[in-house]
């Protein structure tokens, strides 16, 4: 059974980081879940503030710890709805001071925002965001800057796509997308050649083979669906899509009106075909719902 019992959350203070505060606060209520609040400071960094000439900035040290903390708390007040949070601000390296808190603390969920102070290319092109989703030691959350903010009240998620591979990770991915429940959509997509592609040898008959190919991964998903044990509360939908894997699961989630979609960090090509350069990768970067991102099996 999924639970979360603790919840780590980093935000750098950026109006893009507050949607994942919600998630977290959404996340740490249905679970009776522990929630951190976390903040990096960057060693010797600065912040750019107003001074009292229109147009100009001075650059200024950060303020000690217990004000940046304040700050800190005072942001999050209204994403949280009241709820009650640790708020925690170190001094480091942001994605080094993420994982370590995770690790310290045990957490069980990290709940990051793709998007920052840096914009959405740096954020996902060797900055936190792709740091901490490669040496996460728990599943990560990622909200994409424009997600709608987590209901108060409710489910957390009604249209959930589950991509799968049939890689150890994303067998563990299904288990995380059938224990939240609602309406799933679990979907394998054939990478294939496009219809107007060449044919070397006229002989063969590429749409028979696709078909086939298509019918074994089918009965692949129904089998994988039936071993996972599916609860009467969860509605499932099975798919098997053509083409490029990361656009087919994101047209997917549009055509389902998906609110989350939930993927393993690995495929089967194991750890040198790891999170980036993946398809992983290419969902979180074109979502515009959250990214269940499964980096562990469920506990035993």
């Known amino acids: 059974m999924v639970t979360f019992t603790q919840v780590l959350c980093?935000?750098?203070?950026?109006?893009?980081?507050?949607?994942?505060?919600?998630?977290?606060?959404?996340?740490?209520?249905?679970?009776?879940?522990?929630l951190t609040v976390l903040h990096a400071v960057p060693p010797f960094g600065t912040l750019v503030v107003q001074s009292g000439e229109a147009g100009s900035s001075m650059p200024m040290v950060f303020p000690p710890i217990d004000d940046v903390t304040d700050a800190v708390r005072a942001f999050a007040m209204d994403a949280l709805g009241g709820l009650d949070a640790d708020v925690v601000v170190q001094t480091g390296d942001p994605s080094r001071v993420i994982v370590e808190a995770a690790v310290a603390k045990t957490v069980d969920l990290i709940v990051l925002g793709t998007h920052g102070r840096g914009g959405f290319d740096r954020l996902l092109s060797g900055s936190v965001a792709e740091k901490v989703l490669r040496r996460a030691p728990c599943p990560v959350l990622a909200i994409p800057p424009h997600a709608p903010a987590a209901a108060a009240g409710g489910p957390l998620f009604t249209h959930i796509l589950c991509a799968v591979d049939f890689s150890h990770a994303s067998e563990q991915a299904l288990g995380f997308a059938i224990e939240l429940g609602g309406a799933v959509t679990v979907a394998t997509v054939?990478?294939?050649?496009?219809?107007?592609?060449?044919?070397?040898?006229?002989?063969?008959?590429?749409?028979?083979?696709?078909?086939?190919?298509?019918?074994?991964?089918?009965?692949?998903?129904?089998?994988?669906?039936?071993?996972?044990?599916?609860?009467?509360?969860?509605?499932?939908?099975?798919?098997?899509?053509?083409?490029?894997?990361?656009?087919?699961?994101?047209?997917?989630?549009?055509?389902?009106?998906?609110?989350?979609?939930?993927?393993?960090?690995?495929?089967?090509?194991?750890?040198?075909?790891?999170?980036?350069?993946?398809?992983?990768?290419?969902?979180?970067?074109?979502?515009?719902?959250?990214?269940?991102?499964?980096?562990r099996p469920l506990p035993a």
């Open 190 to 295: 054939l990478e294939w050649l496009a219809e107007e592609a060449p044919v070397a040898h006229a002989e063969f008959d590429v749409p028979r083979y696709r078909a086939y190919l298509a019918d074994d991964l089918g009965v692949r998903l129904d089998a994988l669906v039936q071993a996972a044990g599916v609860p009467a509360a969860c509605r499932i939908d099975q798919v098997v899509g053509v083409g490029r894997a990361h656009r087919e699961i994101l047209r997917l989630a549009t055509a389902k009106r998906s609110d989350l979609i939930v993927m393993g960090a690995q495929g089967r090509g194991g750890v040198g075909l790891a999170l980036f350069g993946s398809t992983t990768q290419e969902v979180v970067r074109g979502a515009t719902c959250p990214v269940l991102v499964v980096h």
């Open 10 to 34: 980093p935000t750098d203070l950026s109006e893009a980081s507050r949607p994942s505060l919600t998630y977290a606060a959404a996340v740490a209520r249905r679970y009776a879940a522990g």
